[in-house]
């Protein structure tokens, strides 16, 4: 298997656009993560999904951040509007199960950059 | 809610010296536990996991980690260091109960290693 694919790799926006990644998780998986990296937070998760449906999105920092699965080979994180604050890596991850029998295995990330 | 403490923010190291990268985790009950490490411009990368069992755990890239639950610890070890092994190293926690499933991520060891 290629492994969990995200595109792009690296995006550069102004402020007040709509941004969209993409995430395409390892064949067979059945949940998929979004986290966000930064300086200052560490790795934080965003958001989870189960078969496609949304578990957990607690972490989801605001309205302007929202997730889809719409179904089990593609997932998207938008931002709408973006801002500077959301310059960061956003990685996606998937696993086969959850807990202490589920590994998360990373995609190599997308590097945001909002001027 | 877990917590994982990262204390070293970067560690330099000669090339075929031992290498011990400090994790502290807070969690009520038992922890699962993970060792990530991520190459520049990469993904993470699994390098060993504790769920249960035997508290030395063998890694690849012959790291090794071990379970201290008296010390709320999951150090990470390697006898000698090659200078591919410059990298950072997230020791993550994982959650059960209501949050089961989702990891909680230290902040990272940067690790350098001169010739």
């Known amino acids: 298997d290629a492994g969990v694919i995200q595109s792009p790799r690296h995006e550069v926006t102004e402020m007040g656009q709509e941004v969209t990644l993409r995430c395409k998780p390892i064949?067979?998986?059945?949940?998929l993560f979004w986290y966000r990296q930064t300086m200052m937070r560490g790795l934080e998760l965003l958001i989870y999904?189960?078969?496609?449906?949304?578990?957990?999105d607690s972490g989801m920092p605001e309205d302007r951040f929202s997730a889809k699965m719409p179904n089990a080979s593609f997932s998207t994180l938008k931002i709408q509007p973006s801002e500077p604050r959301d310059s960061a890596v956003y990685f996606c991850?998937?696993?086969f199960g959850i807990g202490e029998s589920g590994i998360q295995y990373f995609g190599a990330g997308t590097r945001l950059s909002v001027l | 809610a877990q917590s994982v403490t990262q204390p070293d923010i970067h560690i330099t190291v000669s090339e075929g010296a031992s290498l011990e990268l400090r994790c502290n985790y807070s969690?009520?009950?038992?922890?699962?536990l993970f060792w990530y490490v991520q190459s520049p411009g990469q993904g993470l990368q699994l390098l060993l996991k504790?769920?249960?069992?035997?508290?030395l755990v063998q890694g690849i890239k012959g790291f090794e980690a071990e379970f201290k639950r008296s010390q709320s610890s999951f150090n990470l070890r390697k006898p000698s260091v090659h200078w591919s092994d410059a990298a950072e190293y997230f020791c993550?926690?994982?959650?059960?109960?209501?949050?089961?499933?989702?990891?909680?991520f230290g902040q990272g060891t940067i690790l350098t290693v001169h010739p």
């Open positions: 991850a998937s696993s």
């Open positions: 064949s067979g998986h059945d949940y």
């Open positions: 999904f189960n078969n496609n449906v949304p578990i957990d």
């Open positions: 969690y009520g009950a038992t922890p699962y």
């Open positions: 504790y769920f249960s069992g035997d508290t």
């Open positions: 993550a926690v994982g959650a059960g109960g209501t949050s089961y499933g989702k990891l909680t």
